[in-house]
């Protein structure tokens, strides 16, 4: 799956995230409450859908991976870390979460 159907699948469960169509060539982009969403690159806004879904994320595998969760369901996402940023990663599993991409 690719960025922006993540991020899509995201917006709709995390409602009220409205997608902004192009507009003279520039790409369609997301925003919440007038102002621009992307939890795949704002810590942020990833960390609002940890607390609005009630995730939990795991970095105890460091240098490894990190791994975002839905308490104790079977809603797990689990990312590596490249080039060591743990942000990026953290980041990534939290949106697969939810957006319903799970391992």
Known sequence: MDDKQLLELAAKAAGNVDVVDAWRGAPSH???NGLGWNPLTCNGDAFRLVSEFGMSVDCSDIPDAVVAF????AA???EKIVNGDI???ARRAVVRVAAG???
């Open 76 to 78: 797990v996402a689990s």
């Open 101 to 103: 991409d799970f391992d």
């Open 70 to 73: 839905l308490n104790s369901s």
């Open 87 to 89: 942000e990026a990663a």
């Open 30 to 32: 997301f925003e919440r």
